[in-house]
């Protein structure tokens, strides 16, 4: 539906690192996406005519959005420079979320491809905060599938 409405999304968290697996390894409560900042009223658009509204707003950091049946999408602004980096604001004025380019890669969801973020990007978010039993799996997998080191 997004690529439908010409715009560019890449899936983070647990869905994310699932992608980079190729399978699908738990249950999820949302999707994390990541979108160019300038084509967010085309992303909402898009997220409206599936019957998604917004339910929470922490603009310019992230915005969520939440269907009927409860499923929720949270979403993520990303400036891009020429180089294909990009950032993300963050809750602490001049410290944004960095994306260096080579956090954007292709992963697989149920056979598709999927633009997603890679391991290393992955493991950098998830640095910093308690985990959960759901980050501590994430990672967990991350180390047994891509040999990658992992801060828990």
Known sequence: MLRRAGTEVWVGGGWGIDALVGEQSRVHRDLDLMHRREQEPAVVAALSGAGFVESLDLRPVRFVVTDGGGREVDLHPLV??????????????????????????TGTIGGTPVPC??????????????????DRHDMALLRRVFGIATHF
């Open 80 to 105: 891009f420079a020429g180089d294909g980096s990009a950032v993300q604001a963050s809750g602490v004025p001049g410290r944004p979320f960095v994306y260096p380019a080579s956090a954007f890669v």
């Open 117 to 134: 973020l890679s391991a290393e990007q992955q493991v950098h978010f998830h640095q910093g905060y308690e985990p959960t039993e759901r």
